[in-house]
């Protein structure tokens, strides 16, 4: 029996030691396992604050270059209003024989803005110029616009072969988003018309054949075909043309002047003058 009992007790012995070394070995990886996830998280917290920091200083580099930008623009157009920049007195306007100006429509109900503007461009010497908004604000505008401006005309009253002649007036189309799409559904009811009375009428093949002079003749004649314009200026949020007429915009210079209610004279002058430098080559 004392044998058996010594035994027995090495047994449970040797088993509570077996049981000792496992649970302190789950005990050994479980706190391996908790240091793992605390450094984890640590590591998590600090790249998160690491990209927090740089995404601050990255905005704040960018909002410094923006009004380092801003506030040397502001200087530039005062220096070129008060005349200190001598390279944009003497501006050559030969080249931008039609000036467009395209206003986005909450701009455009700043009337007033809009005769400054106008002012600033007869003074400047341009002396042809449609205005664009896409709702038609300006055009429900034209009779206090005209009325503010002096030796002003209508393009409508004005023929379109004399109109880039005409040097002692300036002349305002206005024009909005039925100029567009609307004008090109009325060019081609009219020529779909015509083309049909001569079919009807037994007029050779030739005479259905749909050429771009026979659009322009057409939108001519529905009352919205004016002149290319040589530059076009976008006063407004969007830099887009906000649905001028792509058909007359093929060999456009397009500018973005920024929001109407802080235009500048030195500005437009400086787009005027930078537009008058480029060389334009047409294709053949």
């Known amino acids: 029996m004392s044998r058996v009992r010594l035994i027995a007790g090495l047994v449970g012995g040797h088993r509570s030691v077996a049981r000792e070394t496992k649970n302190t070995d789950q005990w050994i990886l479980e706190t391996k396992f908790r240091r ?25 580099i960018v909002s410094v270059w923006f009004l380092a930008q801003q506030a040397a623009y502001v200087l530039e157009s ?58 038609g604000v300006l055009k429900k505008s034209k009779e206090a616009i005209l009325e503010k401006l002096t030796d ?16 002692e ?25 015509k083309y049909l009375k ?24 529905v009352g919205c075909r004016g002149p290319d314009p040589d530059l076009l200026l976008i006063y407004g949020p969007a830099r ?7 058909w007359r915009i093929r060999y456009t210079e397009i500018v973005h002047m920024g929001p109407l209610k802080s235009m500048k004279y030195g500005s437009l002058i400086k787009a005027i003058y930078k537009f008058s430098m480029v060389h334009q080559n047409y294709g053949t």
Not at 87 to 104: K, M, P
Not at 152 to 167: I, K, P, R, S, Y
Not at 240 to 246: K, N, R, S, T, Y
């Open 78 to 135: 005062c220096f070129i209003s008060s005349g200190l920049l001598k390279r944009y007195e003497a501006l050559n306007l030969g080249n931008l024989r039609y000036l467009a100006i395209v206003i986005e429509s909450e701009e455009a109900h700043e009337i007033p803005k809009v005769i400054e503007l106008l002012n600033w461009l007869a003074t400047i010497g341009v002396k042809h110029v449609c205005l664009y908004d896409n709702e």
């Open 36 to 60: 793992y996830i605390v450094g984890y998280l640590m590591l998590v917290q600090i790249g998160s604050l690491g990209l927090k920091v740089l995404w601050h200083f990255l905005h704040f």
């Open 240 to 246: 887009c043309h906000l649905g001028f007429p792509a």
């Open 152 to 167: 002003a005309t209508l393009f409508e009253g004005v023929d379109e072969n004399n109109l880039l002649l005409d040097q």
């Open 169 to 193: 007036h300036i002349t305002l189309e206005f024009a909005s988003t039925s100029d567009g799409k609307g004008a090109v559904t009325k060019a081609a009811n009219l020529l779909f018309m």
């Open 198 to 221: 001569s079919a009807d009428s037994g007029g050779s093949s030739e005479e259905s054949i749909f050429t771009e002079p026979h659009m322009a003749e057409a939108l001519k004649a």
